[in-house]
């Protein structure tokens, strides 16, 4: 069995108390035989910060390159507002993404069954819910430049940001997309706005190149990315695996999330390109969540965002597909019995702290390995 090395970021807030449930999962993993892990951990954010005055520091940043992936928890709080710009716990979280160079950014929406009435939309558009959207993450109009504000003089400004998208950085989005889909529902929707920016040309080019040269398997379609956020809340299901940009793509994958409930149940990958060498790719796991500031020190926060994180580091990090998706059917399972973190209570449904949801998870592994 292969032996991975993760190294542990619980970051500030109720990152570390999530990250406590992961901790013990792994645990439980390695005394049962489900995998082979070796953890390290780090300092990020607001910890990192009132130990070591950065916000990630050098040889943190060190562990990270040399690990197989980073299990992150969140950062960040009032309790350092004040703190230089480069030194905020938020910039932990960027360090990582860009010294990583992780490039694609998978954010499933799941609607457990158990969940589907707590949707704002009708339960029949939202049960069984299952589709992912891979935004790109380290170019487009977040990054182009010119980027700035100049006066005009004339009492004006004039602000500018500018959207830029190389061939490359396009195919390699779309061949984690078509990959992604391969393992999935075989389906890309891929979505631009190719009738008003030159950029949406070019994206439609190169996947349109892509799909035909190497993944004629998969079904392509293209979606303008307004349209696409229509039919998101239209008829969600429609969908398997969607690719955009990062700009749509932030909006997109914050509208496809709350679809299903809770930020508290809502997990994300973030991945880079694939060495030659081992086969393996730089890759971070967070949930979508921050450090929760209100809950924290509570033993409230709902620990089911970072253990199907951690269930994504199995399934794209080391091709433990099925380990993956014992922790998956795990934690629908815990819903399915009605035990519920504060966050997402309802009538009926008992509710749990932070230790009892993890342990609830990991007895469900525990009966499904
Ligand atoms: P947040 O995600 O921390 O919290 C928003 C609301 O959702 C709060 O009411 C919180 O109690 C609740 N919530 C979030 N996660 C939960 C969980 N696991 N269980 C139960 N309830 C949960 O976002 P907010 O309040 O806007 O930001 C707080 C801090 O976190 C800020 O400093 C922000 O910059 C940072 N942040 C960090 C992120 C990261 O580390 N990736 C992402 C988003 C925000
Ligand atoms: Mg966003």
Request: aromatic content about 6%; glycine content about 10%; hydrophobic content about 45%.
């Amino acid at each position: 069995m292969a032996t991975y090395k993760l190294l542990l970021l619980p970051g500030d807030g109720i990152g570390t108390e999530v990250m406590a449930e992961v901790k013990r999962l792994i645990a439980w993993m390695n005394s049962h035989g489900l995998g082979s892990f070796e953890t390290e951990e780090g300092l990020v954010g607001g910890a990192a910060y009132d130990a070591e005055g950065v916000a990630i520091s050098d040889a943190t940043m060190a562990l990270a390159q040399a690990s197989d992936a980073v299990i992150f928890g969140a950062v960040g709080g009032p309790k350092w507002a004040d703190v230089p710009y480069e030194a905020r716990p938020e910039a932990g979280l960027l360090r990582l993404r860009k010294d990583l160079a992780l490039y694609a950014n998978l954010r499933p929406a799941i609607c457990y069954p158990a969940l589907a009435d707590a949707s704002s939309l009708k339960r029949e558009v939202v049960d069984g819910l299952d589709i992912m959207i891979v935004r790109e993450l380290t170019g487009g109009v977040y990054f182009g430049e010119p980027k700035t504000i100049v006066d005009l003089g004339n009492g004006q400004k004039r602000a500018i940001d500018t959207q830029v998208y190389d061939t490359y950085e396009i195919e390699r989005i779309g061949r984690v997309a078509f990959e992604l889909a391969r393992k999935r529902g075989n389906k890309v929707a891929s979505m631009e706005k190719r009738n008003v920016m030159k950029s949406g040309v070019l994206w439609n080019e190169v996947m349109t190149a892509l799909h035909a040269r190497e993944f004629k398997d998969v079904a392509l379609e293209h979606v303008l990315a307004d349209a696409g956020g229509m039919q998101l809340v239209r008829w969600p299901k429609q969908f398997d695996v969607i690719v955009t940009d990062n700009l749509f793509g932030d909006l997109l994958s914050d509208v496809a999330s709350m679809l299903t409930g809770s930020l508290g149940m809502l997990p994300s990958a973030s991945l880079g390109d694939v060495d030659p060498a081992t086969g393996t790719r730089k890759s971070m796991y967070e949930p979508v969540h921050g450090s929760a500031p209100d809950i924290q020190g509570k033993g409230i926060a709902n620990p089911i965002a970072m253990l199907a994180s951690f269930a994504m580091a199995l399934r794209y990090s080391f091709g433990l597909g099925k380990e993956a998706d014992f922790i998956e059917t795990a934690i629908a399972a815990t819903l399915d019995k009605g035990l519920r973190t504060a966050d997402i209570k309802s009538d009926g449904t008992t509710v749990v702290g932070t230790r009892e949801m993890g342990q609830a998870v990991i007895d469900e592994v525990a009966r499904l390995a």
